[in-house]
Nanobody, 123 residues
Framework: QVQLVESGGGLVQAGGSLRLSCAAS????????MGWFRQAPGKEREFVAA????????YYADSLKGRFTISRDNAKNTVYLQMNSLKPEDTAVYYC????????????????WGQGTQVTVSS
């Protein structure tokens, strides 16, 4: 069992930055690949980024490459999402999730989810 708690969301002006954190409980955190997803109002939840258990391979939604960076610290049981040059269209609830098998791009592959953290980007 893995419990995930996101933090770091908030209100920021366009062009600003935020760093989201996702703290995981459980001693098996390092065996899970981790992903970030987001859901904007009235839209479906979408893939943002993911990182393998070792941190050696990173995945990003094409539209976010260059602005968002995912990383993890297995010693701290934490995964991060650094978001730069934020735009109003980045406004969404951001979720972290953990998976062991299956497609890293697919929400259906993720076994555990956090409660989400709101990110609001004003123009």
């Amino acid at each position: 069992q893995v419990q995930l708690v996101e933090s770091g969301g908030g209100l920021v002006q366009a062009g600003g930055s935020l760093r989201l954190s996702c703290a995981a409980s459980g001693r098996t955190f390092s065996s899970y690949a981790m992903g970030w997803f987001r859901q904007a109002p009235g839209k479906e939840r979408e893939f943002v980024a993911a990182i393998t258990w070792s941190g050696s391979v990173l995945y990003y939604a094409d539209s976010l490459k260059g602005r968002f960076t995912i990383s993890r610290d297995n010693a701290k049981n934490t995964v991060y999402l650094q978001m730069n040059s934020l735009k109003p269209e980045d406004t969404a609830v951001y979720y972290c999730a953990a998976r062991r098998v299956g497609s890293i791009w697919s929400q259906d592959s993720y076994d555990y989810w956090g409660q989400g953290t709101q990110v609001t980007v004003s123009s």
